[in-house]
């Protein structure tokens, strides 16, 4: 049903980050924004009102997730990248059935609902569980089906089979199509590139996002980077780019390589948790920035960051990007917030969510400023009302969160599953791999 929530300060995350004093978000029976603004400018709205105390901001967008992952959490916790997946992770998740992954899926969803993130794109196996997962729970995933070339998985086997579901269903279904899909090749380094070629003729027919690791640490490429220069030349002479692009960590990049990124509109998906525990460097955040290239932050997976925390990654990524330059300018509160809310969905090539605007679906996160993060609430200055809400609140003030403008996050629960049994069907998985 149509609704108006109104609060004392919105963010609808506009290019210049603006903060709206007494705003109110209109959206209607359809579950979109018709007018985000002004209490005071607002149009006749015939619907019931939701007064909201403090902060309303669009839901994040998570723009790089394997969040069944929450079931692997701790695994291999002190290895560098290569060897946690040789000796951790991949051993663990043969291991995991469809069942396994679904329950892990809904755990993620509910731990990101509770950090404000409305929006995941994942990579990860058996997508038909995690569509199903997701919509019980009621966010919203992009869900770039895992392609990898290995004993016992066939890419070829399962590119027909992402052919033929959205050929099938669409890019999106779902209520408020809250499901996407789209192709997940893993990475140069686990694909042979006759399989990458394919992946992005089949993308682009379909109008399809393809989503990718690349260059996320030196020791995982050292025989592309030999044949071709770098992963991101290496696609571009295979003709993966040029479509919708979305690169995961983008860590190890020359100057040449970011000059490919933006030539070709790739986004990035930034996740500088996952890429400072395992020790795979930190991303030229300031140069991709200034080069033009859209991005978004990530979490990764619960195993290696080890959380879903976006909110915690964007202070993070600032704190990073500043000492990484020296310049602490480098990047402002309401820069990060905008890496996890428009950026991602930028990153994501995405005009429907990641903002509160007319058009866009309604996916809204309610933070509460009771807390000692506020100390005035929501009365003082734009700029430190950006700065308590990215470098001191964080995720624990996330009160309520609506998705396509139905309520799936009710004073810090969801509304939508039984926590206990999520939590119950997750523990279970655990500690059988255990």
Known sequence: MALRLRAP???PCDPACTVIRDGVIDVDDAGRIVHCGP???APPFDAPVRECTGILLPGLVNAHAHSPMTVLRGLGGDL???RWLHEAIWPAEARL???DIAAGMRLGAVEMLRAGVTTSVEMYFHPERLAEAVLEVGTRA???SALIDAPGWDWRRMLAEINSWIDADGLRSGPGERIELAYGPHSAYTLPPEALTRVAEAARERGALVHTHVAESLGEDTAQRAEYGSVPLMLERLGVLGGRVLAAHAVQMSDEDIAVFARHGV????CPASNAKL???IARLADLRRSGVHIGLGTDGPASNDALDLLADARLAAMLARLSTQDSTALTASGALLLATRGGAEAASREDIGALEPGRWADVVHVDVDD????AGVDVPDDQLLANLVWSAGSRTVRDVWVAGEQVLSDGEPSTVDIAKVRAEARAVTRRLA
């Open 9 to 11: 300060a919105v963010l």
């Open 142 to 144: 992009v869900l770039a």
């Open 372 to 375: 000692l993060a506020f100390p």
């Open 279 to 281: 020790a795979s460097g």
């Open 97 to 99: 059935s469809d069942v």
């Open 267 to 270: 986004g990035v998906a930034h």
């Open 39 to 41: 209490f005071a400018d």
């Open 80 to 82: 560098p990248l290569m």
